[in-house]
């Protein structure tokens, strides 16, 4: 009776934890094995093969990594503003962004954001703003 009972949670376990994913992406679409989670409440994150949560599901949008540089994905929080994470999942811009553009494209090895008060300015490699977001895209392009 105690086996047929520990059985018995421990499927109905399993089938609770997973029904908090809407819905489960193929495994290697985004990161090798990882997958991209749809959870119930809408937003998005990555788990490994194991189930083993990599991203926390607080973004609203997480795009495939090489949209603006091969190791970066971007993500989108629910305010609407973005960030970055890198292919280990952390984050290494908050979502604090109208936008990002791409690295490169303006200058080498940076990338124009701009900030919710329509701002602009560059983050580089690491993630880290190197020109702060407080200039008129004129200003910011004569700085250049």
Same mark, same amino acid.
């Given at each position: ?14 089938i609770f934890s997973f029904a908090q994913y809407k819905k489960v992406y193929s495994y290697g679409d985004y990161q090798k094995n990882w997958a991209l989670v749809k959870t119930s409440s ?25 949209? %603006?540089?091969?190791?970066?994905? /971007? /993500?989108?929080? %629910? ?12 984050? %290494? ?19 124009? /954001? ?15 703003? /190197? ?14």
């Open positions: 009776m105690k086996k047929a009972l520990l059985t018995f949670s421990f499927i109905f376990l399993g809408g937003t998005f994150e990555f788990i490994d093969q194991n189930k083993k949560q990599i991203v926390a599901p607080i973004y609203s949008k997480i795009e495939k990594f090489g949209k %603006i540089h091969p190791d970066f994905a /971007v /993500v989108k929080a %629910i305010t609407d503003t973005y960030g970055l994470i890198d292919k280990n999942g952390k984050e %290494i811009t908050p979502a604090i962004y109208h936008s990002i553009g791409k690295f490169d494209e303006l200058k080498k090895d940076l990338a124009l /954001v701009e900030s919710i008060n329509n701002k602009f300015g560059f983050i580089d490699l690491s993630g880290k703003e /190197v020109i702060s977001a407080i200039y008129s895209l004129d200003e910011l392009k004569s700085i250049l």
